[in-house]
C-alpha cells in the first residue's frame, strides 16, 4: 500500500511541475476520477486534430491549453454525471521534441528530445557525438521560423564548454559540416556523399552523381541548395540549375533537404493523415481535394494556422504552409418531414423524394404529398419524384379508401383500385347469386340491399349474407351440391351439374320424399361388373361405371394386381364360355369382358432352390413375369464359362454352360418349382513346384498354358539340364514330360487347376506335399517318417481318411490314416509326392425348413443336431418333432426323429440324435402334418436332381485348389 501511495505521489509531483505546460499534438494524458474508476483513463491521445475522448462526455479540443485550463473544463462537463467531481488530469507521455541534425556526428537524422528546447552542446551528445573529431569547427543552425546562426563548436574537441551554447527548440535544422578537406560533401536527408574535387566540376555533377547513388527521385527534393563555402552560405535553386552551371570550389559543401511539402487531412476517416504532395503540384486547397477525390459542393473545409492552431478562412486557391492542418466535414443533405423530424441522407444516397419514400417505408398509393420550399416560399403537391433542397419540410397525408366489411373489419382499398362493389367481390372471391348484399351510408343513414355494381364511399358498412341453400347426395356419389338463389331444386337440374344422364340412374331416392334444401339423395348409378377369384390382390365383385372400357388390362389394374403365387394364367368363364389368357408384364390387354364375366387367376407355388458354387443357396419365390435367369441373378449368380448351370424342373434335367444361359434361361417364366445347382467346373490357375518354390501361372486367353510357356516361367531344370515335369489333376497324374519333350513338344497342352511338380536330375532332396493343405516342400537328405511329415501339415483328421504317395520310382501308395499305429513305420523318401486327396465328395444332405440347405461336409462324429445347427434352423416354421432322416437312400422309408426338447433347453435322448455317415439325408418339414410319402417325394426330387449332376459337381470339388 505504501508503494502505491508513493507512485501516486511521484506522478502527482510530475503533473504539478508541468502544469503549466501547454498541451500538444501526440502528447498521452491521464485522468483520474477518484472514486470512479471507470471514467478513469492514463491513454487518451491528443489526435492530430487537437481533440481528446473523455467518458462520458465526449469529444472536446485539449491542444494549445494548459493542464490546469483543460482539468477545469472536464470538471465542469463531469459535473453534470457525476456530484462534486474530484479529478486530476496530467501528461503520461509527451509527444516528443524533434530536431533534424546532419553532417558530422554518428546518428544523423532525427533527434528526439526530452524537453522543448535544450542546448546545442545536448544535441549533439543526444546524436552520439562527432563522427571524426576535428574534421568540423562549426555549425550551421536553421531556426522554425527560417533564421539560420553559426556557432563556433572547437572547445568541445578541447573538452571546454561552448561559449555560445545557445537553446534549440524542436523543429530545427542542425548541420554540422565536414572541413579541413579538399573534396566535396554533399548531405542529403537520404544519407552522406564524399566526391573527389576535380577542376571544371558543377554542381549539376555533384547532384546527378548524388541521386545515381541514393536512387532519389527529383520530385522528392527541396527547390532550394544550400553551398557552404568558408564562411559563407550560397542559396541555390534547382530552376537556376536549368540555365547555367554552378561551378565549385575545394571543401565546399553541398546541403540538399527533402522536400518538405505535405499537410495532414483528417475528418474523413478513410482519405485522412499525412498527404505529401510533389515537386511540380500546386501547393494549394483545390489540389488537394483533387488528390482525395473530394467533392468540394459536397464538403465544408477548415484550414488551421500552424502557429496560433485556430481555423483561418480560405478559399480553394489558398496555398499550405508545410505541416497545416486541414479538416474537411461532409455537408448534410437533410429535410424535415412531420411527425418524424428531421430526416439526413446518407452521401453515398439520392436526395430525391422516391429515396425519402424508401427510406420512410411510406406506401405511395395511398398517401397525398405536400412540400413546402423555403427559398421560393411555396407549398405544392408532388405526384412524381423531384431532387430535394436542403430545410424543405415535407408533410405525407394518408388519403384511405376503406369500407367495414361483417366479418373481416376495415377493408383497404390501394390507390389504383377501383372503389366500387365488384372490385370487393373479387378481393374476396364471394358469389353474388348466392349471397344478399346489404348496404349501410353513414351520410344518409340509409341501408339498401345491392343487386349491381355501386361506388362505395369511405366509412360505408358492408354486410354478406350467404344462402345455405344446398343438397347431400350419398350412394355411388357422395357430395355437397350448392345451388344459386336463382336456381331450381329438382331432380333434372341435380342430374345435370352431375353430368349424368337419366338413363345411366338406377335408383333417385330422396329421404322423407320431399326435394327441398337440405335434403339428402340416394342415387344409385347403373353398372357393369365382373366377379374375381384367385390370385388377384382383391377378389369378390367389381363394378365398373357404364362409360368405363371393361377390358382385361382395366380389371387386372382395378384388382390391383396379382399375389405373388400367380401362375401366369388367367381363366374368364362365362355362360357356356371360356378362355385362357397368359398373362405378360408390362403388356396391355385390351378384350373386353363381358359384365358378369367370372375370372380365375391360378395360383402356383413358383419356388426356386438354389444351391452350389457362386451364389447364395436358399429358396427363391418368384413373381409372376420373373423369369429363371432373373432368380439367378437375385441369388448372386455371375455369368461365367467357369460354371455349369444344372436345371430340374416339370420337363426334367438339363444342363447349360454358365457364360450362354442367358439367352434360353431369360425366356422361360418360373410357373412351378424348380431346382438348380450351380457346378464351378474349371479352376483359373495351375500351381507349379520345384525345388521348394511354388509358383502360380493363369492362362491369359486360353484355358490352358504350353509346356514350353510352362518350362520358361521356371527356369527350365536349372541348375541342371535334365529333369521330369509331373502333371496332376483330380487326384491322378495325368502327363509326365522330361527335357526331350520340351524339345521336340513344346506346345503340349497344361490344362488349368492342375498341379505340376518340376523334379531336376541333380536335385531329388525335396519331399513336396500337395493336395487338401496348404502346399509345401521339404528339403532334406534323408527319409522321415510319415507320421513327422503329417505333424508339420494342417489337415482334417476327422474327415481325412487316405493320402497318397507319389514314389520317385513312378510307383503310387494310398495310406489308410485309420492304422495310426502303422504311420510311424511307414519312412517318405527324398524326391516323394505326398498328396492329401480332398473330402469334398464326403457330404450329407439337408433340405426344408433350414436356412442353409444343401450339401455340409462330412467329418467324423457329425451326428444330426450338429448339421442342423452347421444349416441353420428357421426356428419361427420348422416342425422338429417330425424331423426325417434318410440312412438307406431317398427310395426307402426314413427314420422319424423327435428333436423338439432339444430346442426346449432340454436334452435330446441318444436315439434321437444319430451319428451320420456320407451320403445321409435330413429334411425338416414346416408342420406335422406333413406325411411320410410327401417327404420322401420330396427328397426324391433333391436327389435326383443332385445324383444327375454328381459326377461334376465331384469334378468340382476334387480340383486342385478348385474352391
Do not use: C
Amino acid at each position: 500500500m505504501k508503494k502505491k501511495l508513493v507512485l501516486l505521489l511521484t506522478v502527482l509531483l510530475v503533473i504539478v511541475a508541468f502544469s503549466e505546460y501547454t498541451i500538444r499534438k501526440g502528447d498521452v494524458l491521464g485522468i483520474w476520477v477518484f472514486g470512479y474508476p471507470e471514467y478513469s483513463n492514463q491513454q487518451i491521445l491528443v489526435g492530430p486534430d487537437g481533440m481528446i475522448t473523455v467518458p462520458p462526455i465526449g469529444r472536446m479540443k485539449a491542444e494549445g491549453k494548459d493542464i490546469s485550463q483543460l482539468e477545469n473544463e472536464i470538471k465542469e462537463k463531469m459535473a453534470i454525471y457525476i456530484k462534486s467531481p474530484n479529478i486530476t488530469l496530467g501528461i503520461t507521455n509527451y509527444a516528443p521534441f524533434r530536431v533534424q541534425i546532419i553532417g558530422n556526428v554518428k546518428e544523423q537524422g532525427i533527434v528526439e528530445m526530452p524537453l522543448p528546447q535544450l542546448s546545442l552542446s545536448k544535441v549533439l551528445a543526444l546524436a552520439g557525438g562527432f563522427a571524426v573529431e576535428w574534421k568540423s569547427s562549426k555549425v550551421i543552425v536553421k531556426y522554425p521560423d527560417g533564421k539560420i546562426e553559426k556557432y563556433d563548436i572547437t572547445n568541445l574537441f578541447k573538452g571546454l564548454l561552448l561559449e555560445d551554447d545557445p537553446m534549440i527548440p524542436e523543429n530545427s535544422t542542425i548541420l554540422v559540416p565536414f572541413e579541413y578537406n579538399n573534396d566535396i560533401t554533399v548531405y542529403t536527408d537520404f544519407g552522406i556523399k564524399t566526391l573527389q574535387f576535380y577542376d571544371g566540376i558543377t554542381l549539376n555533377d555533384i547532384i546527378s552523381e548524388a541521386i545515381s547513388v541514393t536512387e532519389v527521385n527529383l520530385q522528392m527534393l527541396d527547390n532550394n541548395i544550400m553551398i557552404l563555402r568558408g564562411n559563407n552560405i550560397l542559396n541555390i535553386t534547382f530552376d537556376e540549375l536549368k540555365t547555367k552551371k554552378i561551378m565549385l570550389e575545394k571543401g565546399d559543401t553541398v546541403v540538399i533537404k527533402k522536400l518538405d511539402k505535405y499537410v495532414y487531412v483528417f475528418g474523413i476517416d478513410e482519405k485522412g493523415g499525412k498527404v505529401l504532395f510533389e515537386k511540380d503540384e500546386s501547393f494549394d486547397l483545390k489540389t488537394l481535394m483533387a488528390k482525395l477525390g473530394i467533392d468540394p459542393k459536397k464538403v465544408l473545409y477548415k484550414v488551421y494556422d500552424k502557429k496560433t492552431g485556430k481555423p483561418i478562412e480560405v478559399t480553394e486557391n489558398y496555398e499550405f504552409a508545410p505541416g497545416q492542418f486541414v479538416e474537411f466535414t461532409p455537408i448534410e443533405n437533410y429535410v424535415f418531414v412531420n411527425g418524424r423530424g428531421k430526416i439526413i441522407f446518407e452521401p453515398n444516397e439520392s436526395f430525391d423524394l422516391n429515396t425519402l419514400i424508401g427510406k420512410l417505408g411510406i406506401d405511395k398509393d395511398t398517401t397525398k404529398v405536400k412540400i413546402y420550399d423555403p427559398e421560393t416560399k411555396e407549398t405544392f403537391e408532388a405526384t412524381t419524384n423531384i431532387n430535394l433542397k436542403n430545410n424543405m419540410s415535407i408533410e405525407f397525408i394518408s388519403q384511405e379508401k376503406y369500407i367495414y366489411m361483417t366479418g373481416r373489419g376495415k377493408i383497404v382499398f390501394r390507390k389504383n383500385e377501383k372503389f366500387d362493389l365488384d372490385t370487393l367481390i373479387g378481393k374476396y372471391g364471394i358469389d353474388k347469386d348466392s349471397a344478399i348484399i346489404k348496404i349501410f351510408d353513414p351520410e344518409t343513414k340509409e341501408t339498401i340491399e345491392a343487386t349491381k355494381n355501386i361506388d362505395f364511399k369511405p366509412g360505408m358498412f358492408v354486410d354478406v349474407t350467404t344462402i345455405d341453400k344446398v343438397v347431400y347426395i350419398t350412394g355411388d356419389i357422395a357430395r355437397t351440391m350448392r345451388f344459386s338463389k336463382n336456381e331450381k331444386i329438382d331432380k333434372q337440374t341435380i342430374l345435370a351439374k352431375l353430368g349424368i344422364l337419366e338413363d345411366n340412374v338406377k335408383t333417385f331416392e330422396v329421404e322423407n320424399g320431399e326435394l327441398k334444401a337440405g335434403a339428402i339423395i340416394k342415387i344409385k348409378i347403373k353398372k357393369n361388373y365382373v366377379y374375381l377369384f384367385g390370385a388377384f390382390n382383391y377378389n369378390g365383385k367389381l363394378d365398373f361405371n357404364l362409360s368405363e372400357p371393361m377390358t382385361l388390362s382395366a380389371i387386372i389394374a382395378r384388382a390391383r394386381g396379382f399375389r405373388s403365387d400367380f401362375s401366369g394364367r388367367i381363366i374368364v368363364l362365362g355362360d357356356n364360355y371360356s378362355k385362357t389368357y397368359y398373362i405378360e408384364e408390362n403388356k396391355v390387354y385390351n378384350d373386353i369382358i363381358d359384365s358378369g364375366m367370372t375370372l380365375l387367376a391360378e395360383t402356383s407355388k413358383r419356388n426356386v432352390y438354389i444351391l452350389g458354387e457362386g451364389v447364395v443357396p436358399g429358396t427363391y419365390v418368384a413373381k409372376y413375369s420373373e423369369s429363371i435367369w432373373d432368380i439367378l441373378l437375385k441369388s448372386g449368380f455371375i455369368p461365367s464359362k467357369k460354371y455349369e448351370i444344372v436345371i430340374k424342373d416339370e420337363n426334367g434335367v438339363y444342363k447349360l454352360n454358365g457364360a450362354e444361359a442367358q439367352e434360353k434361361l431369360s425366356i422361360i417364366p418360373v410357373i412351378k418349382p424348380i431346382y438348380i445347382n450351380v457346378v464351378k467346373t474349371q479352376n483359373d490357375n495351375i500351381i507349379v513346384y520345384k525345388n521348394g518354390m511354388i509358383k502360380t501361372l493363369t492362362p491369359k486367353n486360353q484355358d490352358y498354358v504350353t509346356l514350353i510357356n510352362l518350362y520358361s516361367a521356371v527356369d527350365g531344370f536349372s541348375p541342371s539340364r535334365t529333369g521330369t515335369i509331373t502333371i496332376y489333376q483330380n487326384n491322378e497324374k495325368i502327363a509326365e514330360y522330361t527335357n526331350s519333350d520340351v524339345i521336340n513338344n513344346p506346345m503340349a497342352k497344361i490344362p488349368m487347376g492342375t498341379y505340376v511338380t518340376v523334379e531336376t536330375d541333380v536335385n531329388l532332396n525335396y519331399i513336396t506335399i500337395l493336395g487338401n493343405t496348404s502346399p509345401r516342400s521339404i528339403k532334406t537328405e534323408v527319409s522321415i517318417p510319415l507320421t513327422e511329415l503329417l505333424g508339420q501339415i494342417s489337415i482334417d483328421w476327422r474327415s481325412q481318411e487316405v493320402i497318397k504317395l507319389y514314389l520317385k520310382s513312378g510307383e503310387v501308395k494310398e495310406i489308410n490314416l485309420d492304422s495310426v499305429e502303422n504311420l510311424n513305420k511307414i519312412l517318405v523318401e527324398p524326391g516323394t509326392v505326398v498328396y492329401i486327396p480332398s473330402t469334398h465328395n464326403q457330404v450329407v444332405y439337408i433340405f426344408g425348413e433350414v436356412l442353409k440347405p444343401g450339401m455340409i461336409p462330412y467329418t467324423k462324429g457329425l451326428n444330426v443336431i450338429e448339421a442342423l445347427f452347421k444349416a441353420g434352423v428357421n426356428k419361427q416354421t420348422a416342425e422338429l418333432s417330425n424331423v426325417y432322416l434318410f440312412t438307406d437312400g431317398p427310395d426307402q422309408p426314413p427314420i422319424v426323429l423327435n428333436l423338439k426338447d432339444f430346442y426346449n433347453g432340454s436334452n435330446v435322448p441318444e436315439e434321437m440324435n444319430k451319428l451320420l455317415e456320407p451320403g445321409d439325408i435330413i429334411f425338416v418339414p414346416k408342420n406335422a402334418m406333413t406325411n411320410v410319402l410327401g417327404v420322401m417325394s420330396i427328397v426324391n426330387n433333391f436327389m435326383s436332381f443332385f445324383n444327375n449332376g454328381y459326377a461334376t459337381y465331384s469334378n468340382i470339388n476334387n480340383i486342385i485348389q478348385g474352391k
